[in-house]
């Protein structure tokens, strides 16, 4: 029983905009042990572990640790309109600190995949459809660039954005996280109808001709579907 739980242990898992992202320690047992008790003793992470197992929950007030955040910035072209592709830059905040980590991406629906920056990371690069980090500090940083397919054409002429699910997991619990979305649209091309979930505390969102933006605060898992109206009056 023991030794199941040291393995799961070394597994923090993040998704996000419809491609996965996934830590792993690469450590020694004792490295591991060490992590483990880390992770245990932490009461605002035991808390959120003890109470939440993957049902949404919207967050009023922010935890007393700062969740790990996820900024997304999305522009949709003309050209995304017919072929489904975005352009993403993503930064990833409040780091779990581990020696080893990984961020895998959907295969086939994710491309030229590039790291823009890191701070408190010792090495990060890209390997296919993945980007590889080694010693995470507290506090690090690192913003990526990709083409992500996530706009769907629906068949009353308008259009949808899925992104998710949305995570922050470790063993069989859920830990706060933020994430944010400013999304550009195509000018005159498209403009904000409704959003899945519905606008609420933990949950804002927010719209000025052809750009919006969504700040959400939670634990568990969110999936968020923007649905886009045809033209931008």
Request: include cysteine; hydrophobic fraction near 35%; aromatic fraction near 10%.
């Amino acid at each position: 029983m023991w030794n199941s739980r040291k393995m799961k242990s070394n597994v923090v898992t993040l998704m996000a905009c419809g491609f996965i992202l996934t830590s792993l320690m690469g450590m020694k047992t004792g490295d591991m042990d060490e992590e483990w008790e880390r992770w245990v003793n932490d009461d605002a992470e035991a808390r959120a572990l003890a109470v939440n197992e993957g049902n949404l929950e919207f967050l009023t007030s922010p935890p007393d640790k700062p969740p790990h955040e996820l900024h997304n910035k999305l522009i949709i072209h003309t050209r995304s309109l017919q072929d489904g592709w975005i352009d993403l830059v993503q930064c990833h905040e409040n780091l779990d600190r581990v020696s080893l980590a990984e961020i895998m991406y959907h295969d086939r629906r994710t491309r030229n995949i590039k790291i823009l920056s890191s701070v408190g990371v010792e090495q990060a690069w890209v390997e296919k459809n993945t980007v590889q980090m080694k010693n995470i500090s507290d506090n690090a940083r690192l913003c990526v660039s990709a083409e992500v397919h996530s706009l769907y054409p629906n068949f009353d002429g308008t259009y949808s954005m899925r992104n998710g699910p949305f995570h922050r997991r470790f063993l069989d619990g859920y830990y706060p996280m933020r994430v944010t979305m400013d999304v550009t649209l195509p000018q005159g091309e498209l403009s904000f109808g409704a959003i899945t979930p519905m606008e609420q505390e933990g949950f804002s969102v927010s719209y000025e001709k052809g750009n919006m933006t969504v700040d959400a605060l939670f634990v568990g898992e969110l999936n968020i579907e923007v649905y886009f109206d045809g033209v931008d009056g």
